[in-house]
Nanobody
């Protein structure tokens, strides 16, 4: 089970930190990721952190602004979002799965999902 929280409303250039706490399962075995979905759009990949090695992956539009972090002791991942833009406005979802590198950007390969948290960036 995944529980996401930390969304909110900020102005352009502001920052937010999303958290996603995992319960049950073998947290350290899962690749963890953040996706987002705006109204009328498909769910899109934002960032992922691999189970082994902790390598990170980002969609191009957030590189240099967002950082995904993983705390194994707390069974929690974070998405630190800086320099937010209006186009980042979306519902953000955390996800977990035993995915391989070539598929980690595809939502259909993730087994577990959090409930989503709204991020709104105003200009």
């Amino acid at each position: 089970q995944l529980q996401a929280y930390g969304g909110g409303a900020v102005q352009t250039g502001g920052s937010l930190r999303l958290s996603c706490a995992a319960s049950g399962g073998t947290f350290r075995a899962y690749t963890m990721a953040w996706f987002r979905q705006a109204p009328g759009k498909e769910r899109e990949f934002v960032a992922a952190i691999r189970a082994s090695g902790g390598t990170t992956h980002y969609t191009d539009s957030v590189k240099g602004r967002f950082t995904i972090l993983r705390d194994g002791a707390k069974r929690t991942i974070y998405l630190q979002m800086n320099n937010l833009k209006p186009e980042d406005t979306s519902v953000y979802f955390c996800a977990a799965g035993t995915v391989i590198q070539s598929t980690l950007r595809d939502a259909k390969y993730y087994n577990y999902w959090g409930q989503g948290t709204q991020v709104t960036v105003s200009s």
